[in-house]
């Protein structure tokens, strides 16, 4: 038995420092209330920029002062997280810099890019000339030089209201109408002060990576993917996803929906089953709209394919789509990409050594092509249908396209132009399909469209697949890694887009997930996203999901949908 060497327990005068315990086994030392950042200091061997921190399991700023010895793993720009807390603190950067060149002009934060980057736009007065961009850089890169502090501040929630009010920002104020905390964090940079939601760096030094660059009636603040965070890509033309995005904000303004307060107040009211029906028909108006662009070029056209990131409504849109087709004349037949998949043994495995299959090279190509050109000049095929409990591929249906038929193709890589490389251009229509939210917190605080996704995924594997919140979020990641891959590259590739956000998914969405994030584990690493959503829930208010028709999109995610058993494929 191995002798205790500890010889006895004696009162001692307690330590002036504490202790910072790192996941790789090192310590750093410091004084008692010393600020996160000025630990990282003596970590010169990080790869990418530390923006935050994770505390005893909990999100810090690099602000936070450290009063106990401490396990903390440091949060980069390669992070989610860290990339989170980058790109918030730059929007409050690129806000201050405007408001001071720009005073009294209202600038709006819209929605995302893939290339890394937020599509900006002014009100009330023409678009940023190249030269009124160049100085509104120029001045955002001083305030960088200078290292301006965030200083963050806790107000009570009515001094908050009365500040916004006396700066004319309404979507604050309507907001903040709805909050149930007594208080509110507010961020002050220079003579700047605004509500964020969410961690901010320390200073402005640490904003050295961004730009802005002119993009048809607005602009895109440039800044760096998690994987390359130090690196800004040349940010493409993005035209059809443009549009898409002015077509929803359309949408909204029909609804007299600007912000998340304003749908607030809208339910607060009693207008959820208005905002419900019109946001439903707005839906069902476009889908008639893409059904008649193939009606058009119905004497061409054979196939059609629906490709979109994870939980966009992909399955929904298509059943709509068909009924509609149905209604033109036209009968459309299914045809799974999955059934394509090679054996599981000959998959491509990805960088982990797991099976890569949202690889193109996943998919028997040559037979898909093979196939569907059979199909297309009128002979009949043994499509194949893939058992995912063997992995192996076997013979499916035998199947012919007869006149006035048409085929629907849905899958991740449906614009992908090496799919269908010996199908002529002509005979395919490309649709693009994914929720892309445009409805925010307020002009600076945008919802995410990737968030937006994630809660209608939590949603739908906890009631109709049986996984856990915990599950759904670990599984996330790998999810997102192969849309940015294998989707988002291509999305201009779509002939046409089909935005399936709703208005009003959120304050459907809340009161069932929310149950389901409470239940992640503390101690996990999923807390802490599950924690975040739960966060933004709290800003919005819930609708009765009975009021939501059953052949919503949002169906597909809660449940009761009316087109589950649907098919549009003919009798036999």
Same mark, same amino acid.
């Given at each position: 038995?191995?002798?205790?060497?500890?010889?006895?327990?004696?009162?001692?005068?307690?330590?002036?420092?504490?202790?910072?315990?790192?996941?790789?086994?090192?310590?750093?030392?410091?004084?008692?209330?010393?600020?996160?950042?000025?630990?990282?200091?003596?970590?010169?061997?990080?790869?990418?920029?530390?923006?935050?921190?994770?505390?005893?399991?909990?999100?810090?700023?690099?602000?936070?002062?450290?009063?106990?010895?401490?396990?903390?793993?440091?949060?980069?720009?390669?992070?989610?997280?860290?990339?989170?807390?980058?790109?918030?603190?730059?929007?409050?950067?690129?806000?201050?810099?405007?408001?001071?060149?720009?005073?009294?002009?209202?600038?709006?934060?819209?929605?995302?890019?893939?290339?890394?980057?937020?599509?900006?736009?002014?009100?009330?007065?023409?678009?940023?000339?190249?030269?009124?961009?160049?100085?509104?850089?120029?001045?955002?890169?001083?305030?960088?030089?200078?290292?301006?502090?965030?200083?963050?501040?806790?107000?009570?929630?009515?001094?908050?209201?009365?500040?916004?009010?006396?700066?004319?920002?309404?979507?604050?104020?309507?907001?903040?109408?709805?909050?149930?905390?007594?208080?509110?964090?507010?961020?002050?940079?220079?003579?700047?002060?605004?509500?964020?939601?969410?961690?901010?760096?320390?200073?402005?030094?640490?904003?050295?990576?961004?730009?802005?660059?002119?993009?048809?009636?607005?602009?895109?603040?440039?800044?760096?993917?998690?994987?390359?965070?130090?690196?800004?890509?040349?940010?493409?033309?993005?035209?059809?996803?443009?549009?898409?995005?002015?077509?929803?904000?359309?949408?909204?303004?029909?609804?007299?929906?600007?912000?998340?307060?304003?749908?607030?107040?809208?339910?607060?009211?009693?207008?959820?089953?208005?905002?419900?029906?019109?946001?439903?028909?707005?839906?069902?108006?476009?889908?008639?709209?893409?059904?008649?662009?193939?009606?058009?070029?119905?004497?061409?056209?054979?196939?059609?394919?629906?490709?979109?990131?994870?939980?966009?409504?992909?399955?929904?849109?298509?059943?709509?789509?068909?009924?509609?087709?149905?209604?033109?004349?036209?009968?459309?037949?299914?045809?799974?990409?999955?059934?394509?998949? &090679?054996? @599981?043994?000959?998959?491509? =495995?990805?960088?982990?050594?797991? #099976?890569? $299959?949202?690889?193109? *090279?996943?998919? +028997?190509?040559?037979?898909?092509?093979?196939?569907?050109?059979?199909?297309?000049?009128?002979?009949?095929?043994?499509?194949?249908?893939?058992?995912?409990?063997?992995?192996?591929?076997?013979?499916?249906?035998?199947?012919?396209?007869?006149?006035?038929?048409?085929?629907?193709?849905?899958?991740?890589?449906?614009?992908?132009?090496?799919?269908?490389?010996?199908?002529?251009?002509?005979?395919?229509?490309?649709?693009?399909?994914?929720?892309?939210?445009?409805?925010?917190?307020?002009?600076?605080?945008?919802?995410?469209?990737?968030?937006?996704?994630?809660?209608?995924?939590?949603?739908?594997?906890?009631?109709?697949?049986?996984?856990?919140?915990?599950?759904? &979020?670990? @599984?996330?990641?790998?999810? =997102?890694?192969?849309?940015?891959? #294998?989707? $988002?590259?291509?999305? *201009?590739?779509? +002939?046409?887009?089909?935005?399936?956000?709703?208005?009003?998914?959120?304050?459907?969405?809340?009161?069932?997930?929310?149950?389901?994030?409470?239940?992640?584990?503390?101690?996990?690493?999923?807390?802490?996203?599950?924690?975040?959503?739960?966060?933004?829930?709290?800003?919005?208010?819930?609708?009765?999901?009975?009021?939501?028709?059953?052949?919503?999109?949002?169906?597909?995610?809660?449940?009761?949908?009316?087109?589950?058993?649907?098919?549009?494929?003919?009798?036999?």
């Amino acid at each position: 038995m191995k002798e205790n060497t500890v010889k006895s327990i004696a009162e001692v005068p307690a330590r002036d420092t504490v202790q910072v315990h790192l996941p790789d086994g090192r310590v750093l030392e410091g004084a008692r209330g010393t600020q996160l950042d000025e630990f990282f200091k003596e970590l010169t061997d990080v790869e990418a920029p530390i923006v935050g921190a994770i505390v005893n399991w909990e999100l810090r700023e690099l602000t936070y002062s450290i009063l106990t010895d401490v396990e903390v793993q440091p949060v980069t720009m390669a992070e989610s997280d860290g990339m989170r807390i980058y790109r918030r603190s730059l929007t409050f950067l690129l806000s201050a810099a405007f408001d001071e060149l720009f005073p009294g002009v209202k600038l709006y934060v819209d929605h995302s890019v893939s290339s890394g980057g937020y599509f900006c736009r002014v009100a009330d007065r023409s678009p940023l000339s190249e030269q009124e961009l160049t100085s509104l850089e120029h001045r955002m890169k001083e305030i960088v030089e200078q290292d301006v502090p965030f200083a963050k501040m806790k107000v009570p929630l009515k001094t908050a209201i009365d500040y916004f009010k006396a700066k004319g920002y309404t979507d604050k104020v309507r907001l903040l109408a709805h909050r149930r905390k007594p208080h509110l964090v507010l961020y002050a940079m220079g003579g700047m002060q605004d509500y964020f939601h969410g961690y901010m760096v320390p200073s402005t030094r640490y904003l050295k990576w961004f730009r802005l660059a002119k993009t048809v009636d607005g602009f895109t603040l440039c800044f760096p993917r998690r994987h390359r965070p130090i690196h800004l890509q040349d940010p493409p033309q993005y035209p059809t996803l443009l549009t898409t995005f002015r077509l929803y904000g359309d949408w909204l303004t029909a609804l007299g929906i600007s912000s998340v307060g304003a749908l607030n107040d809208a339910i607060d009211s009693g207008m959820s089953r208005k905002v419900i029906l019109v946001s439903e028909a707005l839906h069902e108006r476009r889908i008639a709209e893409i059904a008649a662009q193939i009606y058009e070029k119905r004497d061409q056209l054979r196939v059609v394919l629906v490709a979109g990131p994870s939980s966009s409504g992909k399955t929904t849109f298509s059943k709509r789509l068909s009924i509609q087709l149905l209604a033109l004349g036209l009968s459309p037949i299914p045809i799974e990409m999955d059934n394509f998949f &090679i054996d @599981r043994e000959l998959t491509p =495995r990805d960088e982990a050594g797991e #099976y890569d $299959f949202e690889s193109l *090279e996943a998919l +028997d190509v040559d037979r898909l092509n093979h196939d569907l050109l059979q199909l297309i000049k009128g002979e009949t095929v043994q499509l194949p249908k893939y058992d995912f409990m063997t992995g192996k591929q076997e013979e499916g249906d035998r199947v012919e396209l007869h006149e006035g038929e048409i085929i629907i193709f849905e899958g991740i890589h449906g614009l992908n132009p090496e799919l269908l490389p010996q199908i002529p251009s002509d005979q395919t229509f490309r649709i693009y399909v994914s929720a892309l939210t445009q409805l925010n917190l307020d002009r600076f605080n945008r919802v995410s469209t990737t968030d937006t996704r994630l809660l209608r995924r939590i949603v739908r594997d906890a009631t109709q697949r049986g996984y856990t919140a915990m599950e759904t &979020i670990r @599984r996330w990641e790998s999810v =997102r890694r192969g849309e940015k891959m #294998y989707i $988002f590259p291509y999305q *201009e590739n779509a +002939d046409t887009m089909f935005n399936s956000a709703l208005v009003y998914e959120a304050s459907a969405l809340g009161p069932l997930a929310e149950p389901l994030l409470r239940q992640v584990p503390y101690r996990r690493a999923e807390h802490i996203e599950a924690k975040r959503l739960l966060t933004f829930l709290e800003w919005i208010l819930p609708i009765d999901p009975e009021l939501i028709p059953d052949n919503s999109i949002m169906r597909e995610f809660i449940g009761g949908s009316i087109l589950k058993q649907f098919t549009p494929w003919r009798s036999p």
